[in-house]
């Protein structure tokens, strides 16, 4: 625009709508993907198999250290709830980094066929990434009850005009 008019974020502290509602959709994207893969893989919810067949995966079989039935439910429960949690925005940045160890052991060890068995991983990695680096966003539980950290949830806050 020429008109001299400045737009939302051509001004510091006015973009803190944009940026709470763009983090908020990508939190909530990634919580219902979580939820349907998690919810398949633990509970055989939306069509899925179960913790039984999903345990039975050869990738889970290579894991060290705890049986294929642990892990299992390690991950898809940190899939289902991590999923739920990152919906409402508690603990946003702890689920986000066990969500990108889940998805980086999904594809080393389940997903290692190439490019096109890993890019919708990578994905949510990336989308895992932004709330591990920018924060849960400003319409969050985590900025609701955590004072020191509404200024770094996700951009600029709102500022009085003076």
Known sequence: MT??????CATPGKCWIANALGVLLVRIVMGIIFIYYGGQ????????RGIEAFSELGALKHLPILPPMAWA???GGVEFFGGILLIIGLVSRIVS???IVDMIVAMWFYHA?????????????AMAGLIVISGPGMISVDTMICPWCKTAAGGS???AKT
Do not use: E, M, R
């Not at 490019?115 to 949510?124: E, P, R, S, Y």
């Open 73 to 75: 439910w390690i991950s």
């Open 157 to 159: 806050t709102p500022t």
């Open 113 to 125: 066929g190439g490019f096109g068995t890993i890019d919708f991983n990578l994905a949510l990695v």
């Open 41 to 48: 893989h633990c509970f055989g919810l939306f069509g899925g």
């Open 3 to 8: 008109d001299g008019s400045k737009t939302c």
């Open 97 to 99: 980094i066990l969500l």
